[in-house]
């Protein structure tokens, strides 16, 4: 492949224009074709594997201020984790761009190794090309949906703490949570909660105390915003498909139970009524 079709086909998919050309040339060349080992990506991948922790480091410590230091931890690990790595190159469809050698090309499908090791070299070359934010601006767009993803399965399932980073961070608001009815005794008591974004309003979901409803609301308003997909029936569908059109509070406490520690409330939270 000549370097100009090369070229014109990588800076769509990167969304980023190269002034030197031999650099996106070497990032894509893998060991097994290259003349001497240094002319391949190894190098760059060395390099790029730094400049891509240093970059979700960075954010990670922004957008999550209340984490310690094992949760961040944790969550960059997933976000850099070499089956990320690939899952992007491979969704960008650079992985099918590497030149590789005789022994590579008969494989069906190129392992994952060479696809993560693949965008660790792009993001090394968009450095060196461009420099340090420009190598940030393409990490970020890349990377800031697996930010999201993890962070709602590894920071134990805190929907609340991720919302309010998300409407922060993209909407410019702070979430807030109306209590929309509650049933039962006093002693058995089951509470109806939606989140409240400006003047949007989002699914309401019930649970056996206001703040599992408030994480289970949470999880609703993430999942109508895009940012989490839908694993489940709102509770609201589940309600209007009875028979009666009626929901007992103990099943509806049951449906919005959700296996996690909760945290304190969130600032800017606003409770109609006191927690039990």
């Known amino acids: 492949m000549e370097i100009e079709e090369l070229v014109s086909q990588c800076e769509p998919m990167l969304g980023y224009r190269f002034v030197d050309h031999q650099l996106l040339k070497e990032a894509l060349t893998h060991a097994s074709i290259a003349d001497d080992r240094r002319r391949s990506n190894e190098r760059l991948e060395f390099l790029?594997?730094?400049v891509l922790g240093l970059v979700i480091c960075h954010r990670l410590?922004?957008?999550?201020?209340?984490?310690?230091?094992?949760?961040?931890?944790?969550?960059k690990s997933a976000v850099v984790s070499r089956?990320?790595?690939?899952a992007v190159?491979?969704?960008?469809?650079?992985?099918?761009?590497i030149f590789v050698g005789k022994g590579m090309t008969g494989r069906a499908e190129r392992p994952s190794s060479l696809a993560a090791g693949v965008l660790e070299s792009i993001i090394a070359a968009i450095y060196l090309d461009g420099g340090f934010e420009a190598a940030r601006s393409f990490v970020l767009r890349a990377m800031e949906p697996y930010i999201s993803q993890y962070a709602a399965t590894t920071h134990q399932?805190?929907?609340?703490?991720?919302?309010?980073?998300?409407?922060?961070?993209?909407?410019?608001?702070?979430?807030?949570?109306?209590?929309?009815?509650?049933?039962?005794?006093?002693?058995?008591?089951?509470?109806?909660?939606?989140?409240?974004?400006?003047?949007q309003t989002y699914g309401s979901a019930w649970?056996?105390?206001?703040?599992v409803a408030e994480q289970r609301a949470a999880q609703i308003a993430l999942e109508e915003l895009g940012v989490l997909a839908r694993e489940e029936p709102l509770p609201s569908e589940v309600a209007a498909a009875e028979k009666d059109g009626e929901v007992s509070c103990e099943k509806q406490g049951e449906a919005s139970e959700l296996p996690l520690q909760v945290d304190g409330a969130e600032e800017g939270e606003i409770r109609m009524t006191n927690d039990e």
Request: charged share 25%.
């Open 48 to 50: 790029g594997d730094s």
């Open 83 to 86: 089956n990320t790595c690939a």
């Open 61 to 75: 410590y922004e957008i999550f201020p209340q984490y310690l230091e094992g949760d961040l931890t944790k969550l």
């Open 157 to 199: 399932q805190n929907f609340k703490s991720l919302l309010q980073q998300h409407a922060q961070r993209v909407l410019n608001l702070t979430p807030m949570y109306e209590l929309v009815d509650e049933k039962g005794p006093d002693h058995s008591k089951c509470f109806e909660v939606r989140v409240v974004l400006g003047a």
């Open 207 to 211: 649970g056996a105390a206001k703040k």
């Open 89 to 97: 190159a491979n969704s960008m469809g650079l992985t099918e761009l």
